[in-house]
């Protein structure tokens, strides 16, 4: 081999271990260090919120309707006319007088009997009422409060910091302490 060679390999070796070993010590330079810190007090930050609730409210009513009807009697009253006028005319006259009589009282008879039954009302009325069930869907509000989260002081090192977190911390807060050099 040559010496020249021999120097490119070694040196190449050199520099590869070096970034091997070098390279997990800076690594554990940029974790995050956490520690906890003291609280001092830890506020609730409140937020009012109107709820809407529907409420479905149901109720027994009565309810009222008419029917019409039709009064069959008037056709009835105009044949019955017919029949009595025509018993009543065939007591009267003989022959072909008897048949003429009979006619005769036949329709005298039948328009009576209308006459009569166009008097009354051709239909009635009936009124009925049955049970019904009533809902209606009402809202009712009201106030609640909810909690967004919480103004929290706390202590470290003897500095008091403050930051909101959504959630009660209590008792101690854990932390990320970052140090860096400051900049000249």
Aim: charged share 20%.
């Amino acid at each position: 081999m040559k010496l020249e060679s021999w120097i490119t390999t070694v040196s190449s070796l050199a520099i590869a271990s070096l970034v091997l070993v070098v390279s997990p010590a800076n690594a554990g330079h940029n974790k995050a260090v956490y520690d906890y810190a003291r609280v001092v007090s830890a506020e609730p930050v409140i937020r009012y919120v109107t709820v809407t609730t529907p409420v479905k409210e149901c109720w027994d009513d009565v309810r009222t309707y008419t029917t019409n009807h039709y009064n069959p009697n008037k056709a009835g009253k105009t044949l019955f006319g017919a029949i009595v006028g025509g018993v009543i005319g065939h007591q009267f006259g003989s022959g072909r007088g008897n048949d003429a009589a009979t006619i005769a009282g036949t329709l005298i008879g039948a328009g009576i009997g209308s006459n009569a039954a166009r008097n009354e009302a051709s239909y009635y009325t009936t009124h009925h009422s049955r049970p019904v069930r009533r809902c209606e869907t009402n809202y009712q509000s009201h106030e609640e409060e909810r909690i967004d989260g919480y103004n929290v002081i706390y202590a470290y090192h003897g500095r008091k910091y403050a930051t909101t977190t959504p959630f009660d911390p209590g008792k101690r807060l854990r932390i990320r302490v970052d140090v860096r050099p400051a900049r000249q």
